[in-house]
């Protein structure tokens, strides 16, 4: 059972809400940083944002010859609702210059994904919660691994680190020794 992803005071409910940041067009750098900039706006309530490390990885799933991605995780506390997030998740990687069509996994400056929101779980042709490819993406766990190890996702019954133990070591996710 996912714990401590959501909070109620009787009138409003807060979730924890987890997002994947990747670039890999541009000043990949400066493009998380500016995702986060932008994700800690969101931040509602007094659970403190947290940030994983950022990590180098090899493309998956990408056209042949594109360049690296810097990954990284972001979770917040908000009252938003997962639709609305998405929405204005995707206004902002347009403002950094993602174009709206586009060929799948082609290079981004900037490519925000909802990971979870709180204990919610959706099934829609937008968007499907907990993100339905994370738990076989290496680049996704191990910065998630790095703020929420002992995470266990909706519809999962093992922890984050239990799940990233069972994944291959390739490809490669190393992490960037500059930081934020």
Request: aromatic share 6%; charged share 20%.
């Amino acid at each position: 059972m996912p714990l401590g992803l959501t909070f109620s005071n009787g009138q409003d409910t807060r979730v924890l809400i987890g997002v994947s940041l990747g670039s890999n067009l541009g000043d990949r750098l400066l493009s998380l940083r500016a995702g986060r900039t932008f994700l800690f706006s969101l931040q509602e309530g007094s659970y403190p944002p947290k940030s994983s490390s950022i990590y180098e990885t090899t493309p998956v799933d990408c056209p042949p010859d594109s360049p690296s991605f810097l990954n990284a995780v972001i979770e917040i506390e908000a009252k938003l609702k997962p639709k609305d997030l998405l929405d204005r998740l995707a206004v902002f990687e347009r403002n950094l210059g993602r174009p709206v069509q586009r060929e799948q996994n082609t290079p981004r400056p900037l490519d925000l994904d909802i990971l979870y929101a709180g204990n919610t779980q959706v099934d829609t042709p937008s968007l499907i919660l907990p993100h339905p490819r994370m738990t076989i993406r290496r680049f996704v766990l191990q910065p998630l691994a790095d703020i929420h190890p002992e995470l266990i996702l909706p519809g999962q019954t093992k922890t984050i680190t239990q799940i990233l133990q069972t994944l291959p070591k390739e490809p490669s996710v190393l992490p960037l020794n500059e930081g934020w």
